[in-house]
């Protein structure tokens, strides 16, 4: 069974890695080809997008593609509608699979905001420390607060025209720690931090950090996507694959990896 991984995070690297083995599928991994030394998994992979959702749909039916199981993160918003609908037009089925979203604890002091515009605006006009830990794709809003000073993180450099007057650029790829991120918060004398509810461990002790410093938090609210099936977790991803490929052959249920 040929199965369209639409990769991107530590889950979709960990499912296509969890097939890799299994005879019953060929998996294809698939990547935008944003970041400049992508971790890829031991599957056959691609990278680039498939020219909208027009293209998406030919290019399952050319590669012949069974199943899609979309793991990108919970921000690639385009990508999902994509998939969801290219999926309908060529009755292939779909999975998404999506971290829960953190939760605001009773010491987090979250201000929630729709975009990352809206972000921009709610840091106020009194000039402050902001810590944007966004990746590097929508801090040009942030242009629109120029009275702040920035510490950028992100794992690739971001364009100069994207950046704040005032930015300090840390390039660093995840998991981090908590120590790591209180030394940080604490030596930019940090005020605020911008962030996306990202969810899973790999980006949450900027989270917890802000907690124990007493810091707030405007959270970006995960963008609204197209009805699908979903799961949290890797393992559900392969107990669906297991009943799509039941399915496709007939079959009784039989031990995964058999
Ligand atoms: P997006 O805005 O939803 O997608 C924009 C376009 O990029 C899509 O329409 C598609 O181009 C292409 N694309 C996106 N993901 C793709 C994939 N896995 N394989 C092939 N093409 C893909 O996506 P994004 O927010 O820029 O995210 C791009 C990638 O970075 C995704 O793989 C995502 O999982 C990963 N990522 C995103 C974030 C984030 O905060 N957004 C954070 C961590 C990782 P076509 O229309 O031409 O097909």
Redesign the pocket.
């Known amino acids: 069974m040929r199965v369209l991984i639409?990769?991107?995070?530590t889950e979709s690297r960990a499912l296509a890695d969890a097939l890799a083995d299994d005879r019953r599928f060929a998996p294809v991994y698939?990547?935008?080809g944003?970041t400049g030394a992508p971790l890829l998994p031991c599957v056959p992979a691609r990278v680039?997008?498939?020219?909208?959702r027009d293209?998406?749909a030919a290019w399952l039916k050319l590669e012949r593609i069974d199943a899609i199981v979309d793991a990108?993160?919970p921000?690639?918003?385009?990508?999902?509608a994509?998939a969801a609908h290219a999926a309908e037009a060529c009755r292939v089925p779909l999975l998404r699979l999506q971290r829960p979203a953190w939760i605001a604890g009773p010491r987090d002091d979250w201000r929630h905001v729709a975009s990352s515009d809206a972000a921009a605006s709610a840091l106020g006009t009194t000039p402050l420390n902001v810590f944007l830990a966004i990746?590097r794709?929508d801090i040009a809003a942030f242009r629109a607060a120029p009275q702040h000073g920035y510490v950028v993180r992100a794992v690739d450099a971001p364009d100069p025209l994207d950046l704040p007057p005032r930015a300090t650029v840390i390039l660093k790829r995840g998991p981090f720690a908590l120590d790591d991120e209180l030394a940080v918060l604490r030596e930019h004398s940090i005020d605020v931090i911008v962030s996306?509810n990202s969810g899973g461990d790999a980006a949450y002790a900027k989270i917890l950090a802000a907690s124990q410093l007493g810091l707030p938090v405007v959270m970006i609210a995960r963008p609204p996507l197209p009805v699908a099936a979903e799961c949290a977790g890797v393992e559900a991803a392969l107990d669906w694959l297991d009943t799509i490929v039941q399915r496709a052959h007939g079959a009784n249920p039989s031990e995964r990896g058999v």
């Open positions: 639409l990769g991107g995070t698939s990547l935008a944003r680039g997008g498939f020219g909208g293209g998406l990108t993160h921000y690639a918003a385009q990508m999902s994509n990746g794709s996306k």
